[in-house]
């Protein structure tokens, strides 16, 4: 069967290539990277009989996007249609048949017990890949298997935060102690555009090599660097950055250790806190040193412990080691009976104070700082902090109390600081209303 289509040239050897087990592509808004994957996927179904999975997170997401795209794509081809020599498509079940035997199915990571039951799948999509949980591609990656046909798994996503699974797994990751693996410099593949290693099918696109894409549609990416440069990054440049409102864009990780103690050392010990977050499986042991300028208003963020696995006796010896155990600690109040413990061990801690919206008005009250200044030596508060975005609601609503990750370093900070307020900007002084001095 003879196809016709006129594709963007950045995306033609894409299309064609067939010669690695992994795709990548990532993009801006509008580079037309989801469809040129579905023009691809056609190709190979109309030249081969292959089972083709396609995945999105949320399975009622896949209709409206991967699935309309295939269709509308197919009858640009003029290939549906009722007789046996036509592509079938149907919605209930949701699939695609290809006269010669190929069949393309949809599924949802939000419904996994759908599946178990695949068998024979040689090519996988997994559109919006930022969105699947690691966990989730790592599963259907064991589900890729066909006796005979070659394997073929496709990504394709908008760059996110650097804290995504696909950044850390594709490009860089940071480990707890601070050491940096690269797998390859993203960097590189923005100069480079296209990029093979590690039998990874690197490509980037942005919405300048779509050929078909409005004017205005670009212009409009354009206004973006004014009012919201973090999106600009991600939506019109295709690089991986944050893709929201930052929570404190008035972090910044000092030159050196060295500068932040010294300033640090030229604050009043009354001035010094210490916060202490629960965890152990999942989550985290963080505990953070604090030093806060009160007439700047800057925030020090000199000292970190960051640890999970650990029971609390092993935890408890290592922060004797750093000598916690002499100064006072603000902990997490809904853990009573870890704050016995260590008060038991001899440390000085107490629970902090939790009330309804507590969280908002912390999150707040760390806002007002006028910087936020921290040690190079804390990666993971920097890892945590410089990436900390605020959650969406379905109408893409900034929810002001959740965040884009579970930050440890942050709640921390939010019960050493429990008796410490930080003067809003809003409220004038009150000599200073009326123009006095």
């Excluded at 691809?40 to 795209?69: A, G, H, N, P």
């Excluded at 700047?296 to 999970?308: A, D, G, H, P, S």
């Amino acid at each position: 069967m003879t196809v016709d289509k006129e594709v963007n040239p950045r995306f033609e050897p894409f299309i064609f290539d067939w010669d690695y087990q992994t795709y990548l592509l990532v993009g801006g808004y509008g580079s037309s990277k989801s469809y040129h994957v579905a023009i691809k996927i056609i190709l190979k179904c109309l030249q081969e009989r292959r089972k083709v999975l396609v995945v999105r997170e949320v399975f009622d997401t896949i209709r409206d996007s991967c699935y309309d795209l295939l269709v509308e794509i197919l009858e640009e081809f003029d290939l549906i249609g009722v007789s046996k020599n036509k592509v079938h498509c149907t919605t209930s079940p949701m699939a695609i048949k290809f006269p010669n035997g190929s069949k393309i199915i949809f599924k949802g990571m939000d419904k996994p017990t759908k599946l178990k039951s695949i068998n024979g799948v040689s090519i996988v999509w997994l559109e919006e890949c930022s969105e699947i949980k690691y966990a989730g591609y790592k599963e259907l990656l064991g589900r890729l298997r066909h006796p005979t046909l070659s394997l073929h798994f496709i990504l394709s996503t908008n760059p996110v935060g650097t804290e995504n699974w696909v950044y850390q797994h594709f490009f860089k990751r940071i480990d707890e102690e601070g050491n940096e693996h690269v797998t390859l410099d993203d960097n590189l593949l923005y100069q480079r555009r296209t990029i093979v290693k590690n039998g990874v099918y690197y490509h980037h696109s942005v919405a300048d090599d779509n050929l078909f894409l409005p004017k205005s549609y670009i212009e409009t990416l354009d206004q973006m660097k004014e009012y919201d440069p973090d999106l600009f990054r991600v939506a019109r440049l295709g690089r991986f950055g944050l893709n929201g409102k930052r929570v404190l864009p008035q972090f910044e990780v000092a030159k050196s250790h060295k500068e932040v103690m010294e300033a640090v050392h030229a604050i009043p010990d009354k001035f010094r806190f210490i916060g202490m977050d629960f965890g152990f499986e999942e989550s985290y042991n963080a505990v953070v040193r604090l030093a806060v300028d009160d007439l700047r208003k800057y925030l020090y963020i000199y000292w970190e412990y960051y640890k999970n696995g650990m029971t609390d006796d092993k935890t408890a010896k290592e922060l004797q080691a750093e000598d916690l155990d002499k100064e006072q600690i603000i902990a997490d109040s809904e853990d009573p009976k870890a704050i016995a413990f260590y008060r038991q061990s001899g440390f000085r801690i107490r629970g902090c104070h939790k009330f309804p919206g507590s969280r908002l008005a912390n999150t707040r009250k760390i806002k007002r700082f006028h910087k936020i200044v921290c040690s190079p030596n804390c990666p993971n508060t920097i890892r945590e902090l410089s990436t900390l975005i605020y959650a969406k609601d379905k109408q893409d609503r900034p929810i002001y109390d959740q965040f884009n990750i579970d930050p440890h370093t942050f709640s921390a900070i939010w019960y050493a600081l429990d008796n410490y307020e930080v003067a809003d900007i809003k409220q004038i002084p009150r000599n200073s209303r009326r123009g006095e001095s």
